[in-house]
């Protein structure tokens, strides 16, 4: 690990650190995680330690290829720990306060208005489920944070209680543990939302209601609580903003064109498009427009072909989609490479192990004399081994 990635590996680990025994650091990354929504926690904490009061960061090529700006002469890219296969790069992204442009159209960042309320209210009832009759906005949107936390918890906490070791949570039963988790998971994810529809979260939500954010005290918790809050801000702000984004349509065109008819079927276009909900992408700007099997096992000296990698990255892709944080975890620590050689070191030799064992006990057809009947059972027999390591090992 050369000299730079570890100084944002340290980095990484001090933002982490200070968060969680500082509520009101916490309040200031969250509020940093607001505008850069579309980037997972790990990005997110180190956007925050570096440039915590950006609001949409984009890579030089989307800033110069797709939004026509460039970044100023000496301007500082933030750095992101990228992991490149067999080693860790850093790729940079720069804030739009470190760009310029002689286009004289601004950059479209989405923004809540007044007229905004009831159409996103009605939006987020639909998402999110129904809030009291007459709840007035912010409360509708601390309502549906607290039904999209309660809807998605389960799932963030069975990763959750695996990675309890050394943390103040480590005694706790699971129920208690759930219990913390979806206080400060519901407080965070208002907080952002709150944040990025302009409000002043802090007149909502105190320093009291962010302290249990201290009992995620260890890096690894603390990555599964951020990539929870994370995914669960990201599904509400997506929803907030495509709804913005096709009311500003039809304002626009509403203005071009009073035909009442034309009105009544974009209002049918505003409820239909606001449903949608994007996939996260591999550029996360904030709001910036423009078959499974295991190879055979082999020495690890042979590595370097992508079937002699598979393993890896069958690991590796299982965590960043299925276990986020400790995907987040892993990377931030400079530990994943580490997690990874270990996985596909073991993998490899509990299929020569197995396969060797089942031989003894279950000897194949003679090669010689059956090579039809030796080569389906030697396939059936590796597949059946693969299976269980697959279940056992690599997506557990």
């Known amino acids: 690990m050369t000299s730079k990635i570890q100084h944002i590996v340290d980095l990484s680990v001090h933002a982490a650190r200070t968060v969680v025994e500082h509520p009101d650091r916490w309040a200031d990354f969250l509020s940093t995680a607001a505008w850069n929504y579309k980037y997972p926690f790990q990005d997110q904490l180190l956007i925050y330690a570096q440039r915590p009061d950006a609001t949409a960061c984009a890579s030089i090529d989307v800033w110069n290829k797709r939004l026509n700006r460039w970044v100023k002469r000496g301007a500082k890219g933030i750095a992101l720990i990228e992991d490149r296969g ?18 004289p159209r601004p950059v479209s960042l989405w923004r ?33 944070a607290r039904n999209a936390v309660d809807d998605n918890s389960s799932d963030y906490v069975d990763l959750l209680v695996r990675e309890l070791e050394g943390s103040l949570l480590e005694e706790l039963e699971r129920q208690p543990v759930e219990v913390l988790f979806r206080q400060i998971a519901y407080h965070s994810v208002a907080y952002m939302a709150l944040t990025r529809c302009g409000m002043n979260a802090s007149h909502y939500i105190g320093r009291e209601d962010l302290s249990g954010i201290g009992n995620f005290n260890t890096l690894p918790a603390l990555s599964q609580l951020g990539a929870a809050i994370s995914d669960i801000a990201e599904m509400m702000l997506r929803e907030i903003e495509s709804t913005i984004r096709v009311q500003r349509r039809v304002e626009r065109q509403t203005s071009q064109a009073r ?15 606001a449903k949608r909900l994007p996939e996260r992408t591999d550029e996360h700007g904030s709001d910036l427009h423009p078959s499974r099997g295991l190879s055979a096992a082999r020495p690890d000296t042979d590595r370097g072909s992508s079937t002699d990698r598979q393993v890896w990255m069958l690991r590796k892709n ?27 070191r073991s993998a490899r030799t509990q299929l020569e192990q197995t396969m060797n064992e089942l031989l003894r006990l279950h000897p194949a ?7 039809l009947g030796w080569t389906g059972y030697m396939n059936s027999l590796k597949q059946q081994v693969e299976e269980t390591i697959l279940t056992e090992l690599i997506y557990n």
Not at 86 to 103: K, P
Not at 268 to 273: F, G, I, P, V
Not at 365 to 371: E, F, G, L, R, T
């Open 86 to 103: 067999n080693h860790f790069g850093l790729r940079h992204v720069f804030d739009i306060s470190d760009t310029q442009s002689r286009d």
């Open 365 to 371: 057809p003679d090669k010689a004399s059956d090579p």
């Open 112 to 144: 809540m208005e007044p007229g905004d309320i009831a159409v996103v209210t009605e939006t987020l009832n639909n998402a999110f489920g129904e809030q009291e009759p007459d709840a007035a906005w912010p409360n509708a949107l601390l309502s549906a």
């Open 318 to 344: 299982y965590l960043k989609t299925e276990k986020k944080g400790t995907y987040a975890s892993l990377l931030l620590s400079g530990e994943l490479h580490q997690h990874l050689t270990e996985i596909d």
């Open 259 to 273: 035909d009442v008819r034309t009105v009544a079927r974009e209002t049918a276009l505003t409820q239909n498009e």
